[in-house]
Structures are given as C-alpha cells and as structure tokens.
C-alpha cells in the first residue's frame, strides 16, 4: 500500500510518497518518490503514482512475457542497426567514409517520424512557433556575421603514442600533458565549397555548421508575413555539416547530421506565462556551482530550481522543462536523463548561459541537447553587418529581441537515444523487443495470413489495402508464425494482424500487442480506426477490441 509522508527538513516541509513492504515477518517502508513541498500537487502526483503502480500490477498478473531491458554499448546498436536495415556507413562497398552514414529502409522511416514528432509538437501544437526551410548554402557573409569564420574554432591535436587525432577547446589547450599531445594548430571546422564553375576567393561558400542562422537572416520577414507577436518562436530542422576532427561513436558525432532547432525571442523583460507547466517536473541538475565543488547532481523540481536562482530565467526552464516531456511522452526513461550547465570556459562565442540536456549514453553522461540563451548577439551582428534593421514593433516600441533560450538537438543522438533505451529482450520468445513508441516505429503493423490459400490471402491484402492509406505496413506469409512475429518485434513493430481460422466467417481479425503478446479480436471494418486510437495511445490495448 502506498501513502502520503510528510518530513521537515530545515523547517521546511516536503512530501513523499512511500509504500509498506513485508520482509520475512516485518513490515517496513519504502520510500517510492519525492512529491514536492505542496501538499494539494502532492496528492495528485501520489495519485498518478498509484494509478501507474496498479496498471503495471494488473500487467504482471496477465502478461506471458517479461522483458528485460538489455544494455548494448555504440558498437552492438550501430551492428544492430546495420544488420536490421536502420543505418549503413555511408558507401560501404569503397570502405566507407568517416563521420557519414546512410539510412536505411527502417531506418529512415525511424528518422521521419522523430522529425514530424518534434515538428508536430513544436510547430504545430503551438500558437507561439512557426516554421521555416532555409537552404544550407547561403550567402558567405552569414557566417562572418554570426562569428562561425572567426570564433568557431577548435584546436586539432595528435596523440604521439597512438596516432589518435582529436579536437580540444582552445581553453583546454594548457591543460594537456606536452608529453602525450601535439597541438597540430586551430581549425575552423566549416566545410567550404565554391558556387560557379571558377575558382577564386569571391566563389568560397559554406555548408552551414548549424541550422539557425537562416532564422535570424529571415527574422523579420517571419515576423512580418506569420504576423507573431513577441514572445515567439522559429523552429527549423535540417542537415548541418561540421567537418569534426575525430567523428565517432556512430550517430553521435558525425560530419554530416540532422539538426532540430527552435529560436526563442522574448521582448525586454518579458516573463514567461508557461512556468505552470513545469512545476512538479523533476529532473536532475548539475549547475556549474555543483560541478565546480564536486558534488552529485540534485533532483530538482524545476519551478524551484528558477525560483533559488539555480536556473537564472524562467524561460530557460521552461524550455529545459518542455523538452525532457517530450523525450518522456516518446519513452525515454528519466532515469538516463539530467540537465548539466556549460562553465564559463566551454560556453560558444555567442553565448550568455547555456544548459545541456544530457543522456546516459553507454560512454557516459553527454550532450543530447543545448540550451543556449544568445541574447541579442545573432540579431545584433547581422544588424551591423548587413546594415538592414533587425527592430520589430513590439506594443508601439522599437525593439532588438533576445534569443532567451534555443532548444538544438541533434536528430542522431535522439536517434541513439530511442533505440537504446527500446532495446529490450525476451527470454521466453528468445529474441531482441525494439519497444519503441508506436509513434516512432518505423512499421505501424504487420499482416500476416495464418494458413496459405487464397481465402485467406485475400483478406489480408484486403487489410492491407485498407491500412496503407495511413501506415507503413508489413506483409508476411512466409515462415512459421512465431519467425513473423520475431521478425517483427525485432525491428519494433507495435501490432501483428493475424488472419485466423476464425476470420472468414467472422469478419474479423487479431491483433498482438508487441510488448505484452496478448492478443485482441477486432472487426475488419473499422480496423483502421483501432489501429490509429493504438498508435495515438488514445485507447488501451486491453478495451481496443475482444481481449482473447
Ligand atoms: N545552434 C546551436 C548549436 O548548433 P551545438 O551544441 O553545437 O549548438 C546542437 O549543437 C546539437 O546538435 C547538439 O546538442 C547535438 O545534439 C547536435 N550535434 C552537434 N554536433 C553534432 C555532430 N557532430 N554530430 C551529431 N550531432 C551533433
């Protein structure tokens, strides 16, 4: 049974859920989590808890497997992926060429559907964000405006034992061991190319090194014509290319990737009206302060995180805040998850405070996404360089807006990060359970005809037929049913469809839920419905249909 606690700590009052266990002829109890200092939110959390706790319970009782989640390191999920069809080194048959990596049929319908998740939720679902495609080579001064010709450098330098090239911040330089490392020179890590069949120096171009700077060229054309009112958000995804000098660890640092960008501006003094949102959300912090003393990360509500000044703006954690449910509505475990802030010395050129979004990825804690605020710096600098006003009206004042916060996240360390934490695996069935969000999975569902005949055959294609005007579907009539279904659960389809037996009389079909293999009859007409309800997680699986 689980219960309300109230503990006093420095005179203050803080709430906690726990529950009585039985340990040989004792009872004693457990503490389940942290509920806050406020007694009204702590009861609803309590009972979300409960809820959950009860759900997984009535799962133990019914469910014929258990999955176990299985933790594989870079190499196992990059051979995984390689094998499955989700990510190939890109032009393997010439050896392939570091840093870049080609999706495959799985993979890059994994890879769309983060896209139009991020896109959906941020885009969208919201009044406040629009969004832009700007191209990735643009006109050269960008780059000199925004400081990435001047300021975005790294220091190469060269292992002397092994060989091992490698890039450090410039701040890191004094700290090396001489002994071990050559510094081999700063380098600017932009890919250059030339626009025109000559060569010389009026032709240099750039691959863009991030995806933002089209939003402030554009700022006030985007303002202008979506009529936003400050404060607003631009959003944008694409690739972006950085010419890193030691790419590894798979998706993780590549010279070609996907990024996933929101620019924020904000008005002087404007306070955020969603810090509501985040109160009760609980995420580990590690502020530089903490990090500076050596001490463990706390486990911080993040309204009370702004509130003590450990997190300066609201804005910047509400957008840590919105970020970390996003990742948890799509199934990323929160224990793997925890916001670290940048010390002074590794902050970029542009940047006034940045926090990092980070994951606990097989090599250790890193940076799945930054929160930079960039101030007024972007807007400025193109004001200067291009001579053009960079102002909007805001409320009958002119006025240079801030970026208070830019959400950028990498589609391949999402990518990473959704596969690791959905690798799980059967012993009963005896194979690996891609447990990705339905809304991820790269095939909605599988059909499959249990006996070969036409009768039968037919059915399904007309199924099929039917649930391709939607979703990315699977047909298998080959093999034996428990070699589909592992097929399946392999690379994360959520739902196999069996045409049974039963189903040319009834008119209808099964439906096996990936996870739990319990199984549902549902009417052929309508399946479509019940498929979308499953994949939107509108309608529990258990009530979606005839629970057999
Ligand atoms: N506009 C800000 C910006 O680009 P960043 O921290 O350099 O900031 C943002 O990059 C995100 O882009 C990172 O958090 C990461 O997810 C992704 N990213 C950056 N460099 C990458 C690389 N070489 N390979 C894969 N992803 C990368």
């Given at each position: 049974m689980a219960f309300i606690t109230k503990k006093k700590i420095a005179g203050k009052e803080y709430y906690y859920l726990q529950k009585s266990i039985r340990e040989g002829n004792k009872v004693k109890s457990k503490m389940i989590a942290y509920l806050g200092k406020d007694l009204k939110e702590a009861k609803k959390k309590a009972e979300k808890i409960k809820k959950e706790m009860e759900a997984e319970t009535v799962d133990k009782k019914n469910v014929k497997n258990i999955l176990i989640k299985k933790d594989i390191d870079v190499e196992e999920l990059a051979g995984f992926c390689k094998r499955k069809g989700f990510?190939?080194?890109?032009g393997e048959i010439y050896g392939g060429l570091a840093g870049f990596w080609d999706f495959g049929h799985l993979g890059s319908e994994l890879k769309n559907n983060i896209l139009k998740e991020w896109w959906d939720y941020h885009v969208k679902q919201r009044d406040d964000v629009v969004g832009i495609d700007g191209s990735i080579?643009?006109?050269p001064k960008v780059w000199e405006a925004s400081g990435h010709v001047g300021s975005f450098v790294d220091v190469a330098v060269v292992?002397?034992?092994?060989g091992e090239k490698t890039k450090v911040d410039k701040h890191e330089v004094k700290g090396l061991d001489k002994d071990i490392w050559e510094v081999k020179g700063e380098f600017n890590p932009m890919f250059t190319t030339q626009i025109g069949p000559i060569q010389e120096e009026s032709s240099l171009a750039y691959l863009r090194p991030e995806t933002a700077q089209l939003i402030f060229t554009n700022f006030r054309l985007i303002q202008d014509n979506a009529r936003m009112k400050l404060p607003f958000g631009i959003a944008q995804f694409g690739k972006s290319f950085r010419n890193e000098i030691s790419p590894r660890e798979f998706l993780f640092r590549a010279r070609e990737f996907e990024q996933m960008e929101i620019e924020y501006f904000i008005g002087p003094f404007m306070e955020c009206p969603y810090m509501g949102e985040v109160k009760g959300t609980n995420i580990l912090i590690y502020d530089e302060k903490m990090q500076k003393e050596n001490k463990e990360p706390k486990l911080l509500d993040l309204y009370d995180a702004w509130k003590k000044g450990i997190i300066k703006t609201d804005w910047h954690a509400y957008w840590i805040g919105n970020e970390y449910e996003w990742f948890l509505s799509l199934?990323?475990?929160?224990?793997n998850l925890r916001v670290r802030q940048h010390t002074p010395d590794e902050k970029s050129h542009y940047a006034i405070d940045t926090w990092d979004l980070e994951y606990k990825f097989p090599m250790g804690w890193r940076e799945l996404q930054g929160f930079a605020n960039r101030g007024d710096f972007d807007l400025k600098q193109h004001q200067e360089h291009s001579k053009s006003s960079m102002e909007i009206n805001d409320n009958g004042k002119k006025v240079l807006s801030q970026v208070v916060c830019e959400p950028s996240l990498g589609m391949g360390r999402a990518f990473m990060v959704f596969m690791f934490d959905s690798y799980f695996y059967d012993e009963k069935r005896n194979n690996t359970v891609l447990k990705l969000n339905p809304k991820l999975a790269p095939v909605k569902a599988a059909v499959f005809?249990?006996?070969?005949s036409s009768e039968y055959e037919e059915i399904a294609q007309e199924v099929l037929k039917d649930l391709r005007k939607e979703f990315n579907v699977n047909y298998d009539k080959s093999g034996s049913i428990g070699r589909r279904y592992a097929r399946n659960d392999e690379i994360g389809t959520p739902y196999c469809i069996t045409i049974d037996n039963k189903s040319p009389k009834q008119k209808d079909v099964t439906i096996r839920d990936r996870d739990t293999t319990r199984q549902i009859r549902v009417k052929i007409n309508g399946i479509r419905d019940i498929l979308r309800k499953l994949i939107n997680q509108e309608v529990k699986f258990e009530e979606a249909g005839k629970l057999i």
């Open positions: 990510v190939y080194p890109s080579i643009t006109n292992n002397k034992k092994t199934g990323v475990n929160p224990n005809p249990i006996i070969k």
